[in-house]
């Protein structure tokens, strides 16, 4: 089973603060992980991506975000925040060697940067 | 704009009536992909399809869910004789073929069933 925990709901810092948004995963075999970040009123908007290689990848916005397979986490970071940042992030898992294609999403951390 | 588009963007109907919506994906992407999103939750996966076949639907909530892909291109997700649990976001999402492409996603409906 596949399955990706966010376990804070929220996470408040300042502006020009480091972020860091957490997630840990389930999967059998080798994961595919994305992040996405959802707006009021909008769709979810792809910002990054490990499939394989090095473990920081760098994604949209300045975010990065670092693979560990031993702790089976993918936090989300940003070396300092802005308040357009403001919105709700969601961590996805695929399982890279199963044939179904659909993403299994945690339950979203709400991201507040205070001016 | 050339991003993933769905019809409508809200609709609120009675209990009992049926609901068609639909989603155009991004031209050149043949996998599209249906969610649903409920409140303090996130995206939940129902069925995709790969050009005109859809590859997987067991995770549909029921048989009153049901979802086409006619010509491979737009993709409709029906809901017959609405009830109130079905009040959601409805997301759609189109990618390349692979597993590794990531998916891009429109703006979703909210039905609103009352």
């Known amino acids: 089973a596949q399955s990706v925990a966010q376990p804070e709901d929220q996470v408040n810092v300042a502006e020009g603060n480091p972020l860091t948004v957490k997630c840990t995963y389930s999967?059998?075999?080798?994961?595919?992980l994305f992040w996405y970040v959802q707006y009021p009123n909008r769709g979810l908007q792809f910002l990054l991506k490990?499939?394989?290689?090095?473990?920081l990848v760098k994604g949209s916005y300045g975010f990065e975000a670092e693979f560990n397979k031993s702790q089976t986490s993918f936090h989300l970071k940003k070396p300092s925040a802005l308040v357009s940042d403001s919105a709700l992030y969601f961590c996805?898992?695929?399982?890279?060697?199963?044939?179904?294609?659909?993403?299994?999403f945690g339950t979203g951390t709400r991201l507040t940067v205070i001016p | 704009d050339t991003g993933v588009s769905q019809d409508p963007r809200h609709k609120i109907t009675k209990r009992g009536q049926n609901v068609t919506f639909r989603c155009d994906p991004i031209?050149?992407?043949?996998?599209l992909y249906w969610y649903r999103q409920t409140l303090g939750q996130g995206p939940e996966f129902l069925t995709y399809?790969?050009?005109?076949?859809?590859?997987?639907k067991s995770r549909l909530l029921s048989d009153r869910f049901s979802a086409e892909r006619p010509k491979g291109s737009f993709s409709t997700l029906e809901i017959q004789r609405t009830e109130q649990g079905d009040s959601a976001m409805y997301l759609c999402?189109?990618?390349?073929?692979?597993?590794?492409?990531?998916?891009?996603f429109g703006p979703g409906t909210r039905l609103t069933v009352t």
């Open positions: 999402a189109s990618s390349l073929t692979g597993a590794s492409y990531e998916q891009y």
């Open positions: 996805a898992v695929r399982a890279a060697q199963t044939g179904a294609n659909n993403l299994f």
């Open positions: 490990y499939i394989t290689g090095d473990n």
């Open positions: 399809f790969q050009n005109e076949a859809q590859l997987e």
């Open positions: 999967v059998s075999g080798n994961p595919y």
């Open positions: 031209s050149e992407h043949n996998r």
